[in-house]
Nanobody, 125 residues
Framework: QVQLVESGGGLVQAGGSLRLSCAAS????????MGWFRQAPGKEREFVAA????????HYADSVKGRVTISRDKSKDTLHLQMYSLKPEDTAVYYC??????????????????WGQGTQVTVFS
């Protein structure tokens, strides 16, 4: 059974950078599009970024565009989210997720059928 495991979260000062990673345990996600979502306390889970299975197409939420880069290493079967210029409002639990369909709706949460446990990112000013 495939599981997704995130890492790289932590405490960072506003303006700083952080790199999140996601790896598959017990299987692979190399043929799936993948995404990153986040959920802040008291808020709904929201889309952050997604990448197609080839790695050539990427999609970003307007709130993070220009400050994050999603990438994948198919040789290592890992997914990454490089975040720059972090703001306190970026504080949330970040989840990687596997997109279970082939629709173009990359920001549509129900399109993702496998989720990791999440990693906490806390940005302080």
């Amino acid at each position: 059974q495939v599981q997704l495991v995130e890492s790289g979260g932590g405490l960072v000062q506003a303006g700083g950078s952080l790199r999140l990673s996601c790896a598959a345990s017990g299987g692979t996600f190399s043929t799936y599009a993948m995404g990153w979502f986040r959920q802040a306390p008291g808020k709904e889970r929201e889309f952050v970024a997604a990448i197609g299975w080839t790695g050539f197409d990427t999609h970003y939420a307007d709130s993070v565009k220009g400050r994050v880069t999603i990438s994948r290493d198919k040789s290592k079967d890992t997914l990454h989210l490089q975040m720059y210029s972090l703001k306190p409002e970026d504080t949330a639990v970040y989840y990687c997720a596997r997109k279970g369909d082939y629709s173009g709706n990359y920001d549509y949460t129900p399109s993702y059928d496998l989720w990791g446990q999440g990693t906490q990112v806390t940005v302080f000013s």
